[in-house]
């Protein structure tokens, strides 16, 4: 069965480094998003993304963040300027059409120092 | 307030018994999800509803619209549904809010 794959699994960075995470999403779908998950707290959305752009984002999503889908395939979420509270898991999911449930990538776990 | 509330938070269960976890919610939403997510951190779609009941296996999903109620059910537990279950609403057709979650734990 097709999954949503995240690259990488672990990412430890310094505070105030640029990161870039990645995930494809499955190949014929058309709805992406990105969410994050605090160690011990609940899962928040942060973007949704469709026909090349933005269509909602959180109040978390600020500046800081951005997402693109440079090349067809692959969909990245890039924080700026990393922050200590930045450091959670990272999870990317997709659907085919708005009826569908998603399908998650297995999440990127990112570290700040 | 949450504008998700899952309850219980956290469930102990004998293997065999039936389960239910239940979501309420305060807003408006286009669809409801149940999630399940390992303890190694993976989540998976159970079930989406916008409506009436859905089952799978052993597990059981309904929503009362007009209630801002959702229940998952598991029927003849196991260990290996041990797991956080996760209710999660999509408002329109692109954002979702998400519960805090239901940890399960099945005792064999």
């Known amino acids: 069965e097709p999954e949503v794959t995240q690259t990488p699994s672990h990412q430890v960075t310094q505070m105030g480094q640029e990161v870039i995470l990645r995930c494809v999403p499955i190949?014929?779908?058309?709805?992406f998003y990105w969410y994050r998950q605090i160690l011990g707290q609940k899962v928040e959305f942060l973007v949704s993304?469709?026909?090349?752009?933005?269509?909602?984002k959180s109040e978390i999503f600020d500046d800081q963040f951005s997402v693109e889908r440079p090349d067809g395939s692959n969909f990245t979420l890039k924080i700026r300027s990393t922050k200590l509270e930045d450091s959670a898991m990272y999870f990317c999911?997709?659907?085919?059409?708005?009826?569908?449930?998603?399908?998650f990538g297995d999440g990127t776990r990112l570290s700040i120092l | 307030k949450n504008e998700v509330e899952q309850s219980p938070q956290n469930l102990t269960a004998q293997e065999g018994e039936f389960i239910t976890i239940n979501c309420s919610y305060s807003?408006?939403?286009?669809?409801l999800h149940w999630l399940q997510q390992h303890p190694g951190g993976g989540i998976v779609s159970l079930f989406m509803?916008?409506?009436g009941k859905k089952k799978h296996g052993r597990l059981i999903a309904t929503i009362n619209i007009q209630e801002k109620h959702s229940s998952l059910h598991i029927t003849a537990s196991h260990p290996r549904d041990s797991a956080v279950y996760i209710c999660?609403?999509?408002?329109?057709?692109?954002?979702?809010?998400f519960g805090t979650g239901t940890r399960l734990k099945v005792l064999a």
């Open positions: 190949s014929n779908h058309l709805y």
């Open positions: 993304f469709y026909n090349n752009e933005i269509s909602e």
């Open positions: 999660a609403v999509r408002l329109g057709t692109y954002k979702y809010i």
């Open positions: 999911a997709s659907i085919r059409d708005s009826n569908q449930p998603q399908h």
């Open positions: 509803l916008s409506s």
């Open positions: 807003v408006g939403i286009s669809a």
